[in-house]
């Protein structure tokens, strides 16, 4: 897929829910706020860094670009609400991660991360047809357990004792979802 078709790539998710490609333009004062909030990014590695316009285009420009990533802005009703990502695929074993996000705390706890999971995987298994989709979550992160668990993700492992969170040691929880 060249960047031309990359960019219009657009998923409809279920309701007022769509997937599209990220790109530069998409790069708002809102998105950059999600990314420096605390409670947005508390349970990703992401709370380690300051974000600004500048680093936010980089790494839009970087994954669209990509050949091996995909990085998609979650919108409801054609407002920007956060962001899923299936990436680094590795074409070879047909196998990738996705990480998300969002980051508009007014759509927190409506079941959107869920729709979304699911339409990243479908696009993922048949689309991209891929065997294996993992993911990862701090195991205190009790919401992305649930919305893990509910797209059919199963436990594989844990690295122990891996992430240091707000002074205490927990496990990283290793997920994946295998096409049969």
């Known amino acids: 897929m060249n960047k031309i078709e990359?960019?219009?790539?657009e998923i409809k998710s279920n309701g007022s829910?769509?997937?599209?490609?990220?790109?530069?333009?998409?790069?708002?004062?809102?998105?950059v706020d999600w990314m420096n909030d605390y409670e947005v990014v508390k349970f990703t590695e992401q709370r380690f860094h300051h974000h600004d316009k500048s680093k936010i285009k980089k790494f839009?420009?970087?994954?669209l670009l990509s050949e091996n990533d995909f990085l998609f802005g979650i919108y409801f009703?054609?407002?920007?609400?956060?962001?899923?990502?299936i990436g680094p695929i590795n074409w070879r074993y047909k196998n990738s991660e996705i990480s998300y996000i969002i980051g508009n705390k007014d759509f927190w706890n409506q079941g959107i991360a869920t729709k979304?999971?699911?339409?990243?995987?479908?696009?993922?298994?048949?689309q991209l047809k891929l065997y294996r989709i993992t993911a990862g979550y701090y195991e205190n992160n009790?919401?992305?357990?649930?919305?893990?668990?509910?797209?059919?993700?199963?436990?594989?492992?844990?690295?122990?004792?891996?992430?240091?969170f707000e002074g205490k040691r927990y496990n990283l929880v290793r997920v994946a979802k295998i096409i049969k």
């Open 60 to 63: 839009v420009i970087e994954k």
């Open 116 to 126: 979304v999971i699911c339409s990243i995987l479908d696009f993922g298994f048949n």
């Open 77 to 85: 009703k054609n407002e920007h609400i956060g962001n899923i990502k």
């Open 17 to 31: 829910i769509k997937l599209r490609i990220l790109n530069k333009t998409d790069i708002t004062d809102k998105y």
């Open 6 to 9: 990359k960019e219009k790539l």
């Open 142 to 164: 009790l919401s992305s357990a649930k919305v893990l668990k509910k797209c059919g993700f199963k436990i594989e492992g844990y690295n122990y004792n891996e992430i240091i």
